[in-house]
C-alpha cells in the first residue's frame, strides 16, 4: 500500500486483550491427565463434554492414555446413527447452498434412547475404578454425582477447522463437504444445540480445557473460571479480534494493526461479534481462551441490560466489523432481507440492518446505496440474471447511486436497502447481529479465494429490494443525517444513526476533554475512530481504569450506568473521537 502511506502510523492495536486473574491452570496433556487421575480416585465417573469442533481424535487418544474401564465415545456408541440425524436435520438444511432454517432441536434429541439407557445402566453396575465418557453431550449420559470436564470451542476456530476439513458436524462426519455447507449445519442447527446444552449445565461443571492450539491443552477449574466470568463483567472489555482475508481486500489493516505482511490482503476483521469472538483469561501467565458467548450466556442481564434482554434473550444484538478496501476492490453488490422475510424464510426474529462508518478514504472512494430514480426493475432484474450467465457486464453505475465517501461520513443500510462499499474505504460496519443473510446480487465477474464463483441471490434479493430508496430517499436519509444532541467544555456529541427502521442508535463524540456516558439500560459498543488512546473510569469507582488504543472495539456493560471516556497518554490535548451504538429502549 506504498501510494497510501499518508494513513501509516505506528500501529498500538492490541490483538491480544485479556482479563488478568489469578488461580487454577495448568497446560500439556500430560498435566491434564494426571489432574483427570487424582479425580477419577476421588469418584471413578467422568464425563468429558465437549463443543462440536473439537478435534475428537485428539481428545480420544489421549483419555485413552489413562486406560479406564470403561470407556464410551457419545459420537460412535450413543448416538443416533449418521443417516438417521442427517434425516432429522434436512428439513432445518433445506436445499439452499448458504441459507438453512434455524432448528429447535436438542441435544437429548440425538441420543439413541434404547443405547442411552444400556449406557446408564451400565456405568451403574460397573464397579470399576475408571468410567469415562467423551462427547458432545457426555454430561447427558452419567449420573448427578460425576464430575464433569467441558472442552469448549471458539467458532471463529472451528471455522478454520472446516476449511482445513479436520472437523466433522454433530453427529455427521460431513468433513468432505465445502466449508460453506459446514458453516451452514453450525449455524442454523449445531451452534444453537451446543449454546441451548452449554448454558444448562455451567453450573455443574467442575474443570474447562481450551485445546485452540492442537496438542498445547489448557484446564482451569470451575472457581477460575467463574472468577474470569465476573472480572470480565465487573468493568469495560474487549473480545479477541480476528482478521480474514477477501476477494475484495485491501492493505490498511495489514500496515496499522501490524499484521502479517505476508498475507495477500485482510478485507474483514471482526472486533465484536460475541458468538463467534473469544476471550481470553490470563491465568497467572497462561493464556487460556474461550468463546466470549459464554459471557453473554451467563450474564445477559448485566452485560446486555434487563430491556434488551427482555428483546434479544441470550443473544448480544450488536455487532462491529472492518471492511478493508483501501488497496483493495469493490464488495459484492448486494441486499439484505426484511424483518418479516427473514423470519418466514430462515427463523430468525430480526435482520441483518447495518450501516457503513468511514473510518478512512482514500482517494475516489465511494459507496453504492440505494437506487437511481426511475430506473425500471425490471430492467435491473433481467441485467442482473443475463450477468449472472456471463451475456454482459452488469452496470451497477446505471441503476444504483455511487456516492463519493470522506473520512467519518455515515452512510445507513436498512434490509432492502441496495447497497455495496467500493474500493479505497476503511469501512467499520456497525450491524444488527444476524451476519450470513447477505443476498449478493452482483460480484463484479470475480472469482472467490477459492478459485470458485461466489453464490449470487438475485431471485432472493429481488423479493427484499425497497424500490422506493432512490436517490432522493437515499440523500435525504440514507448519508450523513447528522444532529448535534449535547455539547460542553471540550465536547460535543452527534446522533450519526442509525435509521428509524433499525433498533440501534448511534452517537458520535468529538472531545478533547472528559466525557460523561451513560448506558440508558443497553449495552453499548465503542470504536475509538480519532486519537491515540483514551481512559474509561467510573465516577464512582466501581472499576478499574481501562484503556483503549486507536480503532479498538470495546464493550461497555448495561450495569455500569455511568463512566467517563478521557483523552490519554500521547492524545492528551488533542480531539478524539469515539463512535457509540446501543439499543434503542
Known sequence: MNKNTKFNRKSNYNKY???????????????????????????????????????????????????????????SEIFKSEQEIISMTERYMTGDQLFGYMSPLRMTDYFDTKKLDAVKKEISNNKGEKNIIVGCGASLVVPESAYIIYIDMARWEIIQRFRRQEIGALGVDDRKEPASIQYKRGYFIDWKIADRHKDSVFYKISYWIDTHIKDNPKMIDKETFFKGIETTIARPFRVVPFFDPAPWGGQWMKENFALNSDQKNYGWCFDCVPEENSLLFNVNGTLFEMPSINLVLLK??????????????????????????????????????????????????????????????????????????????????????????????????????????????????????????????????????????????????????????????????????????????????????????????????????????????????????????????????????????????????????????????????????????????????????????????
Open 300 to 585: 445477559s442481564r448485566d452485560l446486555l441490560g434487563e430491556p434488551v434482554e427482555s428483546r434479544f434473550g441470550k443473544e448480544f444484538p450488536i455487532r462491529f466489523d472492518f471492511l478493508d478496501t483501501i488497496g483493495g476492490g469493490n464488495l459484492s453488490l448486494q441486499v439484505h432481507p426484511t424483518t418479516q422475510y427473514i423470519h418466514e424464510n430462515f427463523g430468525m426474529f430480526y435482520t441483518q440492518d447495518e450501516s457503513y462508518y468511514m473510518v478512512e478514504a482514500a482517494e475516489n472512494a465511494s459507496v453504492y446505496l440505494g437506487l437511481k430514480k426511475g430506473i425500471n426493475k425490471d430492467e435491473m432484474i433481467d441485467d442482473l440474471r443475463k450477468a449472472q450467465e456471463g451475456k454482459i457486464v452488469f452496470d451497477a453505475d446505471k441503476y444504483s447511486n455511487r456516492i463519493p465517501a470522506k473520512k467519518h461520513d455515515h452512510f445507513l443500510i436498512p434490509g432492502g436497502t441496495v447497497h455495496c462499499s467500493g474500493a479505497q474505504g476503511m469501512v467499520l460496519e456497525i450491524s444488527s447481529t444476524p451476519n450470513l443473510f447477505t443476498f449478493k446480487l452482483w460480484d463484479w465477474g470475480r472469482l472467490g479465494l477459492d478459485g470458485k464463483p461466489r453464490p449470487i441471490n438475485i431471485e432472493r434479493g429481488k423479493e427484499v429490494i425497497d424500490w422506493t430508496r432512490d436517490t432522493d430517499y437515499t440523500n435525504k436519509y440514507l448519508v450523513n443525517v447528522v444532529s448535534t444532541v449535547a455539547e460542553g467544555d471540550g465536547w460535543i456529541e452527534e446522533k450519526t444513526g442509525l435509521h428509524p427502521n433499525e433498533f440501534i442508535e448511534t452517537r458520535r463524540h468529538r472531545f478533547s476533554k472528559k466525557v460523561l456516558h451513560k448506558t440508558t439500560n443497553s449495552v453499548s459498543v465503542f470504536n475509538l475512530l480519532e486519537g491515540d488512546e483514551v481512559i474509561i473510569e467510573s465516577p464512582e469507582n466501581k472499576f478499574e481504569p481501562f484503556i483503549v488504543h486507536y480503532a479498538e472495539t470495546f464493550i461497555i456493560p448495561a450495569w455500569i450506568k455511568e463512566y467517563t471516556i478521557t483523552p490519554h497518554g500521547k492524545a492528551v490535548g488533542k480531539e478524539c473521537i469515539t463512535i457509540k451504538a446501543y439499543v434503542r429502549t
Open 17 to 75: 486483550p485479556s482479563t488478568t486473574i489469578s488461580g487454577f491452570a495448568i497446560d500439556g496433556w500430560d498435566k491434564i491427565l494426571d489432574k483427570i487421575e487424582k479425580l477419577l480416585k476421588n469418584n471413578p465417573i467422568i464425563a468429558i463434554d465437549f463443543y462440536p469442533g473439537v478435534i475428537e481424535e485428539e481428545i480420544i487418544t489421549n483419555i485413552q492414555r489413562l486406560k479406564p474401564d470403561l470407556f464410551y465415545d457419545t459420537r
